[in-house]
């Protein structure tokens, strides 16, 4: 090991760059999250409006670096194209099933 990893380490550099990389994946995971809520939101009511939050949602955690991004944005766009075509049908299904 040379000396300027020695440095590295005992700097705590290392440590605090797992930290923060750890809050990133975190806050990565909520973005795809509340993207794919979005998405599947979008089947029901205002697809386009929750559609384009979920595709909103899988561009910042791409930007941020994550691969799950990009199949937030692909599931967002096909759920808002199906929602448009479907959301009365898929609506008026869910609530004969729930019966409201």
Known sequence: M????????????FMNRIDTQEKT??????????????AVVSLFAYPFIFGFIGVIMGILSTKNGSRTGLYVIVASIILMGIGLIFS?????????????
């Open 2 to 13: 040379s000396i300027e990893m020695c440095k590295y380490f005992i700097k705590g550099d």
């Open 25 to 38: 994946a975190r806050g990565m995971g909520i973005l795809a999250a509340i993207g794919i809520i979005s």
């Open 88 to 100: 009365g049908a898929i609506m008026n299904n869910a609530r004969h099933y729930l019966g409201i």
